[in-house]
């Protein structure tokens, strides 16, 4: 006897009437797909934890260079060259953990430009590889006393940050200043808020969202704080790392790359638009970056699962029954060299 099909959960009968509306018109380059990725309810994750309300979450690793730093990277270098900081052909520098050398170097790929990115060698070797393969040139810089691979620390990131002050200065070079760089929270506010505001039909309740540059955080809240002044907002720290929540940090090294660089002076964030700071361990921002692979079919970084542990959270206590939105921040392709995904 043949075997039944298995019947179909019913969040999924949906995704047999296929993509809806027609292929994008074509586009002049690459840097014309940076944006719109879509926005999707982790409707699986939720009802199998019984929890009520929603989690929306917005697919960044769908970009070019799979990361949501793509913007971030086309908005600073079409600014800079708008306003002559950037000029025809000159090579641009970067302190990176990966994502934003990523999307720096399509960006200057497409557009004439030289790329170097300096990264700590603590960071995944993908990240490297990926940089490289756009024709970026990679400077790994050796990490501290102590360092462990996988784990970068804000002292890790200082001997970086002399590292890329140094060849800003040999080469002439145009520095993108990711940090410091408002042209980073604009980029979000102009594209990334407004679509998660339309694509939600304006159902946005609260936004929570880990703490890197800040950029994403504060671009996205100015503008969704604009639409609907209620809008909460949650900003999320490695727990070992947790300075901008003022605990006292003894060892900030943790597992959740561009991420908790243990900076109490972060120039980007607003701490007007922070309603609650909260952390996430790594074993649980890796536990559910699995679980929605698993049970969402998205394949994400670990910045994404802590994104995602916080808002769970949220769903069961202050947040019951609201609808939260999540960045999924990264691929987890970047991840294949760690114990993310063994």
């Not at 994502?99 to 995944?124: D, E, K, Q, Y």
């Not at 639409?227 to 090294?253: F, H, K, Q, T």
Request: proline residues 6%.
């Amino acid at each position: 006897m043949n075997a039944q099909p298995a019947a179909l959960e019913p969040d999924a009968t949906s995704a047999l009437d296929g993509p809806r509306g027609g292929p994008p018109p074509l586009a002049g380059s690459i840097l014309d797909v940076i944006g719109n990725t879509p926005l999707v309810e982790l409707r699986q994750v939720v009802r199998r934890r019984g929890l009520e309300g929603r989690i929306l979450a917005k697919l960044e690793y769908l970009n070019p260079g799979s990361s949501k730093k793509d913007r971030v990277a086309l908005e600073i270098v079409r600014r800079a060259r708008a306003d002559g900081r950037l000029r025809p052909g000159q090579a641009v520098v970067e302190v990176t953990s990966g994502n934003t050398g990523t999307g720096l170097a399509i960006v200057c790929a497409a557009l004439g430009h030289p790329f170097v990115a300096v990264m700590s060698r603590g960071n995944t070797v993908e990240r490297a590889r990926q940089m490289a393969a756009f024709g970026a040139e990679v400077v790994l810089v050796d990490q501290g006393p102590g360092g462990v691979s996988g784990q970068v620390s804000g002292s890790d990131m200082n001997l970086v940050e002399e590292e890329a002050r140094r060849l800003v200065a040999e080469r002439s070079a145009f520095r993108a200043y990711q940090f410091e760089s408002d042209d980073n929270c604009r980029a979000h506010e102009r594209h990334t808020g407004p679509e998660l505001w339309e694509q939600s039909e304006g159902q946005i309740d609260a936004f929570a969202m880990i703490a890197g540059t800040c950029g994403t955080y504060t671009g996205v809240m100015r503008y969704l704080r604009r639409v609907n002044p209620s809008v909460r907002g949650y900003l999320i720290e490695p727990a070992r790392a947790a300075v901008l929540a003022g605990v006292c940090v003894d060892d900030p090294r943790h597992k959740i790359q561009g991420t908790g660089y243990g900076r109490h002076d972060l120039p980007l964030l607003d701490r007007a638009l922070v309603n609650e700071f909260l952390q996430v361990d790594d074993p649980e921002a890796a536990e559910l970056t699995r679980a929605l692979a698993i049970e969402e079919g998205i394949f994400a970084g670990i910045s994404t699962g802590a994104n995602l542990a916080v808002a769970l959270r949220l769903l069961a206590g202050p947040e019951r029954g609201n609808t939260i939105a999540i960045i999924v921040c990264d691929s987890g392709l970047k991840y294949l060299s760690t114990d993310l995904y063994p």
